[in-house]
Structure formats: structure tokens, C-alpha cells
């Protein structure tokens, strides 16, 4: 019923920005909670980031602190994910999902996730 789109990815120099964007659309009744994970290579997925429903707490994972910043467009159904002085070791897949469980500074994915976009970080 809401589908999730993602964009903003491509191929950046160690310490150069990327915005990522997340869009969901389709029957949306209530304010969402999201999250931004990554999956880089060989590794796990990792969460990045994530906001509650009211954009009023967020959450960052260590690596993100100080360099990564969520947001949330007034019209509540578009995220976005500010990245500054990226690291080759950003380079992964970045994935937003949307109607998550945001709970005291854990996020809990849910049914709708982005396709996913690539983040290369080259030294």
C-alpha cells in the first residue's frame, strides 16, 4: 500500500557530501517513523540513523555522529539524509524503511523499505 523510493547515491571523494532522499507514497494514514540503514561490503546491515514520528528524536549510530544528519520535510512523508566528510568506509547500500518502531532510541523496521541506493566513497 506505500511504496518507498530512494535517491541521492553516487560516487564521491573522501571528505565530499551526498544528500540521500526518501519518499513514500500511496495510502498513507499516520506520521511515520524511519530509519536509514546501510549494508556495506562484506558486512552486515547496519542501522545509520532514525526519527521518531513527530521529527522531534533521532537516533545516530557512532559512525554517523557528527557527520550524518536526518531530517524530515514538513509534508511528513520525505526523509532525507544529510552526509558530510564521507569515508571510504561509507561505501555500502543505503536503505530507508518507513512505519518502523521508533522507541527510546531503538528503531525496529517494519514493512516498507526503499530499493536501495549505492554510496561509493573513493580515497
Known amino acids: 500500500q506505500v511504496q518507498v523510493v530512494q535517491s541521492g547515491g553516487g560516487l564521491v571523494h573522501t571528505g565530499e557530501s551526498l544528500t540521500l532522499s526518501c519518499a513514500a507514497s500511496?495510502?498513507?494514514?499516520?506520521?511515520?517513523?524511519m530509519g536509514w540503514f546501510r549494508q556495506a561490503p562484506g558486512k552486515g546491515r547496519d542501522i545509520v540513523a532514525a526519527?521518531?514520528?513527530?521529527?522531534?528524536?533521532?537516533y545516530y549510530n557512532y559512525f554517523a555522529k557528527g557527520r550524518f544528519t536526518l531530517s524530515r520535510h514538513n509534508a511528513n512523508n520525505t526523509w532525507y539524509l544529510q552526509m558530510n566528510n564521507l569515508e571510504p568506509e561509507d561505501t555500502a547500500v543505503y536503505y530507508c524503511?518507513?512505519?518502523?518502531?521508533?522507541?527510546?532510541?531503538?528503531?525496529?523496521?517494519?514493512?516498507?523499505w526503499g530499493q536501495g541506493t549505492q554510496v561509493t566513497v573513493s580515497s
Open positions: 526519527i521518531n514520528w513527530s521529527g522531534s528524536s533521532t
Open positions: 524503511n518507513v512505519g518502523g518502531t521508533y522507541y527510546s532510541g531503538q528503531y525496529h523496521p517494519h514493512d516498507y
Open positions: 500511496g495510502r498513507t494514514g499516520a506520521p511515520y517513523a
